[in-house]
Every structure is written in C-alpha cells, then in structure tokens.
C-alpha cells in the first residue's frame, strides 16, 4: 500500500488542491530562496551588508526596496533576469498536467513553469481583474504572488505580504484562498518549514477560520524532526517524499481505479475521459441514474499490442475485437477479480 493511501484517496474524488512553493520548480532550473537572496545582497555596498544578513527573503526585500533610491524597480531589476534560466527537468510539471483531477492549482511561483505545462488547458489568475476568466472546464492556476508580467503587483516584500493578508491587495483572490480551505484537502508539495511563505499562510487562515475544516499534507524530502513537530501543530500531515514519488504512486493508482471511479460516478465525466486520452484510450459511458457503464473502448494510437483482461461469463459472447488495445493501459478496462479471465487480440473491443 503507498504511503500516500490517504491523499490518493482523496485525489481520486476531485477533493484535493494543491499549493505549490518553490520546491517544485528546483529541478527545472528555477532559481532557489538562496540565490534570491545572494542576488539582492551583490547590489549591497560592502560597507552596508552587515545590515542585510540573516534576513528572510521577504525581509529582505523590504529592507533593500527601503534602502535603495530606485526602490521597487531595482528590485524587480535584480531579481527577473533570475528567472530567465534555461529549462531542465520539466517532469513534475508534465506529470501534473496529466492529472486532471486536480481543479485548483496555487502557487507562490514566479515562474511559468506550470501554465507553459497545461498550455491551453488551464487559465491562469494572478490579480482581482482575472477573476472573470475562471473556466470550471479547464485547470485554474491561481499565481498568488503573480509574477514578472505585472512586476507592481508581485508579492515580494513583507509589506506586500501583509498587506495581502489585509485583504488590502488583491482581495478576491485571498477570498478564494480562504473558501479553498474551508471546501477541500490541501496539498502542500516545494515548500519547507524554511519558507515563512507556508507557515503565514496556513497560520492566517486558521486564524481566521478558528481552525482548518479539511485536511492539510505536506510532501518535502528529509525534514527534520523539529520541522515535523511544528507541521503537527499547524494540523498538517507530512510525507517524507518527493512529488516525484507521490506522482508515480497516485498514477499507479488512477490506472488501477478510474473506471471504477468513473461508474460509481465518483468523479466528473471530463476528468474520466482527459485521463483516458492522455493513455490514448477513448472510452464512452452510458449515464443511468445511479452509475455509468463502459459503451465502447478504442485507442488513439496505432500500436499493435495484446492484454488480458477479465469478462464476466455473461459477456463473453458479446465481445468483439476490432483493434488491439495498448497493455499499458490495461489496469484502465480490467473487469473485478472475481469475473473469468479472458485473452485475446485483436483491434478494439
């Protein structure tokens, strides 16, 4: 059984969101806390360091934006040429983008690592003006830090954090922060109780609420046991993993669970068929009332391949084959254990 049964679990009916921090992006390329930091102390006279250590990036933000005659721009300056790094290893993002069942994405990135993923499959929001655009059929990406296409209204320094909390910034999307936690699980995956960014949040929001109505996970490698006491007193339940792990697993599972997940009408009928086709299947459902049944099966490659499968005895002389079905997507159509075994190839079914 994975480590992860719980969160799959939820995932598997559309009941999770996730927030993404900065950690999901290290792989591709994307410039760490550390490097921000050592950036913005390279624009420090020596003489004034002394003055700029040991401050959290927020913080120090705040203090150059304070010291420097240019303010925010020189900030911005510094900072953006960061992010135009060479892409790497994109696979955490591709993989997301193959699940679909994960309707709400946050992140507190600056990068366009995730929407360049989905392409036109998700909207992206980063201010109050984008609220408009929410498409309940397509992947919502809300950028609550926004990024380097509005540099004004980025989230960068303490004040603009605070006065995110306020609600004196970009208050409709914070409102939505707030409903989320309220309404489904939370995911929390690239964040490290390092980064003030997790801990204000899921504090302010507690506060608010009195407590956190749904569950909370965090996936991060190797956290300390210390860092593991504090998750505990936030109420958020930790998995010592990387997204690469909790991907692998959770797509072992989708295999395995989404027809039946499907039929019992678990999850949306969009979601089915997206995931189908991302495994080059098309499977159509016939709606009743109180579950759906599989009408047809193709694929949508050309690959000849043979599986095995399980009919129940009193389907076995309706079938016909008319292409042969790729066995990678076999878990997607296999029958319950306790119908007959069935062989055969051919082109479809």
Not at 267 to 272: A, E, G, N
Request: net charge neutral; charged share 25%; with cysteine.
């Amino acid at each position: 059984m994975s480590q992860f049964s719980e969160v799959i679990q939820l995932v598997r009916k559309e009941q999770v969101t996730l927030f993404l921090g900065a950690g999901f992006s290290l792989e591709a390329g994307a410039p760490n806390s550390s490097s921000l930091i050592d950036a913005i102390l390279n624009q420090v006279p020596y003489e004034d360091k002394e003055d700029f250590v040991n401050l959290t990036l927020d913080a120090l933000c705040q203090k150059f934006v304070e010291y420097n005659n240019e303010g925010r721009s020189a900030l911005i300056r510094t900072l953006k040429p960061l992010f135009n790094f060479e892409r790497k290893n994109c696979k955490d993002q591709i993989s997301l983008s193959h699940i679909p069942h994960f309707k709400r994405i946050f992140t507190t990135n600056y990068d366009t690592l995730i929407e360049d993923a989905y392409g036109s499959d998700c909207v992206v929001i980063k201010q109050n003006q984008d609220i408009g655009m929410i498409d309940d059929t397509k992947a919502m990406i809300y950028k609550i830090h926004g990024d380097f296409d509005n540099p004004d209204e980025m989230i960068l320094t303490r004040g603009d954090y605070d006065d995110f909390y306020r609600n004196q910034k970009n208050e409709l999307i914070w409102d939505i922060v707030k409903a989320e936690f309220s309404l489904r699980a939370i995911l929390f995956i690239g964040y490290s109780l390092d980064d003030s960014n997790i801990t204000h949040l899921i504090e302010r929001v507690t506060n608010l609420s009195g407590k956190c109505n749904q569950p909370l996970f965090l996936i991060a490698p190797g956290m300390k046991k210390a860092k593991r006491k504090k998750l505990e007193s936030l109420g958020v339940k930790y998995y010592d993993a990387k997204a690469e792990d909790f991907f692998k697993d959770l797509f072992l599972s989708l295999d395995r669970n989404i027809v039946k997940d499907a039929k019992r009408k678990r999850i949306s009928d969009s979601s089915f068929h997206k995931y189908c086709e991302y495994r080059k299947l098309q499977i159509d459902l016939k709606s009743t009332s109180s579950k759906n049944e599989i009408s047809s099966v193709k694929t949508l490659d050309n690959g000849e391949h043979i599986i095995n499968f399980r009919v129940p005895k009193t389907q076995r002389s309706s079938i016909s084959v008319t292409r042969r079905i790729p066995s990678s997507t076999m878990n997607l159509i296999s029958y319950p254990a306790n119908s007959m075994p069935y062989t055969r190839s051919g082109s479809s079914w």
